[in-house]
Protein backbone atom coordinates (compact mmCIF):
# COMPACT_ATOMS: atom_id res chain seq x y z
CA UNK A 1 0.00 0.00 0.00
CA UNK A 2 1.28 3.14 -1.11
CA UNK A 3 2.08 6.12 2.24
CA UNK A 4 -0.30 8.48 0.36
CA UNK A 5 -2.85 7.48 -1.94
CA UNK A 6 -4.57 9.93 -4.36
CA UNK A 7 -7.23 9.77 -7.23
CA UNK A 8 -5.73 10.91 -10.64
CA UNK A 9 -8.80 12.12 -11.86
CA UNK A 10 -8.94 13.82 -14.08
CA UNK A 11 -12.28 16.08 -12.41
CA UNK A 12 -13.64 17.60 -15.38
CA UNK A 13 -15.73 20.53 -13.59
CA UNK A 14 -17.19 23.48 -15.05
CA UNK A 15 -16.77 27.09 -14.22
CA UNK A 16 -18.10 27.81 -11.24
CA UNK A 17 -18.61 24.40 -9.70
CA UNK A 18 -17.37 23.14 -6.23
CA UNK A 19 -15.11 20.27 -6.51
CA UNK A 20 -14.10 18.26 -3.56
CA UNK A 21 -10.56 15.58 -3.48
CA UNK A 22 -9.60 13.33 -0.96
CA UNK A 23 -6.61 11.72 -0.03
CA UNK A 24 -5.70 8.94 2.67
CA UNK A 25 -2.55 8.09 4.37
CA UNK A 26 -1.21 5.26 5.65
CA UNK A 27 1.12 6.53 8.69
CA UNK A 28 -0.67 7.38 11.93
CA UNK A 29 2.23 8.58 13.24
CA UNK A 30 2.42 11.31 10.34
CA UNK A 31 2.82 14.80 11.78
CA UNK A 32 1.98 17.75 8.80
CA UNK A 33 -0.28 17.65 5.77
CA UNK A 34 0.03 19.92 3.37
CA UNK A 35 -1.52 20.38 -0.55
CA UNK A 36 0.84 21.36 -3.28
CA UNK A 37 -0.03 22.51 -6.67
CA UNK A 38 1.42 21.58 -9.86
CA UNK A 39 1.32 23.13 -12.68
CA UNK A 40 1.79 21.41 -16.45
CA UNK A 41 5.29 21.22 -16.65
CA UNK A 42 6.32 23.58 -13.86
CA UNK A 43 7.40 23.23 -10.23
CA UNK A 44 4.82 21.68 -6.98
CA UNK A 45 4.14 25.03 -5.14
CA UNK A 46 2.66 25.11 -1.46
CA UNK A 47 -1.22 25.96 -2.00
CA UNK A 48 -2.40 25.34 1.78
CA UNK A 49 -1.14 23.75 4.94
CA UNK A 50 -3.53 21.09 6.47
CA UNK A 51 -4.80 22.05 10.11
CA UNK A 52 -6.35 19.84 12.59
CA UNK A 53 -9.42 22.38 13.07
CA UNK A 54 -9.59 22.73 9.15
CA UNK A 55 -8.67 25.61 7.57
CA UNK A 56 -10.06 28.30 4.84
CA UNK A 57 -8.17 30.36 2.39
CA UNK A 58 -10.57 32.23 0.36
CA UNK A 59 -12.36 29.49 -1.90
CA UNK A 60 -9.98 26.72 -0.68
CA UNK A 61 -11.20 24.37 2.36
CA UNK A 62 -8.42 22.00 4.00
CA UNK A 63 -10.08 19.29 5.99
CA UNK A 64 -7.73 16.76 8.18
CA UNK A 65 -9.61 13.84 9.79
CA UNK A 66 -6.56 11.77 11.72
CA UNK A 67 -9.22 9.04 12.60
CA UNK A 68 -9.68 8.06 9.01
CA UNK A 69 -6.56 8.83 8.03
CA UNK A 70 -7.71 11.34 5.45
CA UNK A 71 -7.00 14.86 4.08
CA UNK A 72 -9.28 16.72 1.96
CA UNK A 73 -9.57 19.99 0.04
CA UNK A 74 -12.70 21.46 -1.16
CA UNK A 75 -12.83 24.23 -4.24
CA UNK A 76 -15.90 26.66 -4.33
CA UNK A 77 -16.35 28.45 -7.21
CA UNK A 78 -13.82 26.86 -9.71
CA UNK A 79 -12.02 28.95 -12.03
CA UNK A 80 -10.26 28.14 -15.01
CA UNK A 81 -7.05 29.04 -13.10
CA UNK A 82 -7.58 26.20 -11.03
CA UNK A 83 -7.02 23.77 -13.48
CA UNK A 84 -3.99 22.13 -12.21
CA UNK A 85 -3.10 18.44 -10.54
CA UNK A 86 -3.26 18.81 -6.83
CA UNK A 87 -1.20 17.00 -4.63
CA UNK A 88 -1.48 15.83 -1.01
CA UNK A 89 1.95 16.25 1.21
CA UNK A 90 2.45 14.03 4.34
CA UNK A 91 5.14 14.82 6.60
CA UNK A 92 6.15 11.25 8.20
CA UNK A 93 9.50 12.12 9.86
CA UNK A 94 11.19 15.36 9.97
CA UNK A 95 11.65 16.90 7.36
CA UNK A 96 10.72 13.87 5.10
CA UNK A 97 7.69 14.35 2.44
CA UNK A 98 5.54 12.01 0.78
CA UNK A 99 3.88 13.14 -2.20
CA UNK A 100 0.68 11.45 -3.66
CA UNK A 101 0.65 10.49 -6.99
CA UNK A 102 -1.69 14.16 -7.74
CA UNK A 103 -5.24 14.81 -8.81
CA UNK A 104 -5.89 16.11 -12.06
CA UNK A 105 -8.31 19.05 -12.45
CA UNK A 106 -9.48 20.06 -15.17
CA UNK A 107 -11.99 23.43 -15.18
CA UNK A 108 -13.85 23.76 -18.46
CA UNK A 109 -15.88 27.07 -19.57
CA UNK B 1 14.83 36.49 -4.04
CA UNK B 2 16.13 34.63 -6.97
CA UNK B 3 14.34 31.42 -5.63
CA UNK B 4 15.95 27.88 -6.00
CA UNK B 5 18.03 27.19 -9.50
CA UNK B 6 18.58 24.58 -11.10
CA UNK B 7 21.00 23.82 -14.39
CA UNK B 8 20.48 22.49 -17.41
CA UNK B 9 16.91 23.40 -17.55
CA UNK B 10 16.73 19.96 -20.08
CA UNK B 11 19.67 17.60 -20.96
CA UNK B 12 19.31 14.82 -23.49
CA UNK B 13 22.10 11.89 -23.20
CA UNK B 14 23.29 8.81 -24.91
CA UNK B 15 22.76 5.52 -22.64
CA UNK B 16 25.73 5.00 -20.38
CA UNK B 17 26.84 8.75 -20.49
CA UNK B 18 27.37 10.72 -17.07
CA UNK B 19 24.48 13.44 -16.09
CA UNK B 20 25.52 16.49 -13.47
CA UNK B 21 22.36 17.90 -11.92
CA UNK B 22 22.94 21.29 -10.50
CA UNK B 23 21.17 23.54 -7.73
CA UNK B 24 21.44 26.49 -6.07
CA UNK B 25 19.07 26.75 -2.77
CA UNK B 26 17.77 29.69 -1.95
CA UNK B 27 20.19 31.72 0.68
CA UNK B 28 20.11 31.28 4.28
CA UNK B 29 18.04 27.55 3.79
CA UNK B 30 19.26 24.68 5.56
CA UNK B 31 17.59 22.13 4.15
CA UNK B 32 18.52 20.85 0.27
CA UNK B 33 16.33 18.01 -1.43
CA UNK B 34 16.18 15.91 -4.63
CA UNK B 35 13.44 14.80 -6.09
CA UNK B 36 12.29 12.73 -8.82
CA UNK B 37 9.62 12.60 -11.13
CA UNK B 38 7.83 10.23 -12.93
CA UNK B 39 4.11 9.85 -14.49
CA UNK B 40 4.69 6.28 -12.87
CA UNK B 41 5.85 6.79 -9.50
CA UNK B 42 4.68 10.52 -8.90
CA UNK B 43 7.50 12.78 -7.01
CA UNK B 44 9.99 10.77 -5.35
CA UNK B 45 12.43 11.82 -2.76
CA UNK B 46 15.67 11.13 -3.58
CA UNK B 47 18.14 12.31 -0.81
CA UNK B 48 17.91 15.46 1.57
CA UNK B 49 20.84 17.33 2.85
CA UNK B 50 21.02 19.41 6.29
CA UNK B 51 23.59 22.25 6.57
CA UNK B 52 25.48 20.01 3.64
CA UNK B 53 25.38 16.77 5.17
CA UNK B 54 23.84 13.74 3.81
CA UNK B 55 20.80 13.31 6.12
CA UNK B 56 18.98 10.78 4.16
CA UNK B 57 20.18 8.79 1.41
CA UNK B 58 17.33 5.84 1.03
CA UNK B 59 15.50 7.09 -1.81
CA UNK B 60 18.78 6.72 -4.07
CA UNK B 61 17.55 4.01 -6.24
CA UNK B 62 20.91 2.82 -6.83
CA UNK B 63 24.84 3.04 -6.81
CA UNK B 64 24.05 4.66 -10.28
CA UNK B 65 23.74 7.83 -8.04
CA UNK B 66 25.58 10.28 -6.27
CA UNK B 67 24.83 13.96 -4.88
CA UNK B 68 27.28 15.99 -2.86
CA UNK B 69 26.63 19.34 -1.24
CA UNK B 70 29.81 20.88 -1.33
CA UNK B 71 28.93 24.37 0.08
CA UNK B 72 25.47 25.79 1.57
CA UNK B 73 24.98 27.52 -1.78
CA UNK B 74 25.26 24.43 -4.27
CA UNK B 75 24.78 20.98 -5.09
CA UNK B 76 24.98 18.11 -7.52
CA UNK B 77 23.05 14.61 -8.59
CA UNK B 78 24.65 12.64 -10.94
CA UNK B 79 23.78 9.93 -13.00
CA UNK B 80 27.22 7.48 -13.93
CA UNK B 81 26.44 5.13 -16.25
CA UNK B 82 22.76 6.61 -16.98
CA UNK B 83 19.80 4.69 -18.67
CA UNK B 84 16.43 5.01 -20.26
CA UNK B 85 14.84 4.63 -17.23
CA UNK B 86 16.41 7.78 -15.71
CA UNK B 87 14.51 9.52 -18.35
CA UNK B 88 12.35 12.08 -15.52
CA UNK B 89 12.18 15.68 -14.17
CA UNK B 90 14.52 16.36 -11.47
CA UNK B 91 13.46 18.71 -8.83
CA UNK B 92 15.84 20.45 -6.30
CA UNK B 93 14.15 21.74 -3.20
CA UNK B 94 15.09 23.63 -0.23
CA UNK B 95 13.66 24.83 2.99
CA UNK B 96 14.35 26.94 6.47
CA UNK B 97 13.45 24.76 9.32
CA UNK B 98 10.68 25.85 11.12
CA UNK B 99 9.94 24.10 14.55
CA UNK B 100 6.86 25.12 15.72
CA UNK B 101 4.78 22.46 17.39
CA UNK B 102 5.37 19.75 14.55
CA UNK B 103 4.85 22.21 11.73
CA UNK B 104 7.89 21.89 8.98
CA UNK B 105 8.29 25.00 6.72
CA UNK B 106 7.48 24.77 3.24
CA UNK B 107 9.54 23.48 0.35
CA UNK B 108 10.36 25.94 -2.08
CA UNK B 109 10.99 23.89 -5.83
CA UNK B 110 13.33 24.66 -8.29
CA UNK B 111 11.52 25.02 -11.93
CA UNK B 112 13.67 21.20 -12.71
CA UNK B 113 15.42 19.55 -14.84
CA UNK B 114 13.59 17.75 -17.91
CA UNK B 115 16.23 14.54 -18.03
CA UNK B 116 15.76 12.18 -21.78
CA UNK B 117 18.24 9.52 -22.07
CA UNK B 118 18.32 7.60 -25.39
Known amino acids: RKEVEQDPGPFNVPEGATVAFNCTYSNSASQSFFWYRQDCRKEPKLLMS???SGNEDGRFTAQLNRASQYISLLIRDSKLSDSATYLC??????????FGTGTRLLVSP | DAGVIQSPRHEVTEMGQEVTLRCKPISGHDYLFWYRQTMMRGLELLIY????????DSGMPEDRFSAKMPNASFSTLKIQPSEPRDSAVYFCASSQTQLLAGFTDTQYFGPGTRLTVL
Open chain 1, 50 to 52: VYS
Open chain 1, 89 to 98: VVITGFQKLV
Open chain 2, 49 to 56: FNNNVPID
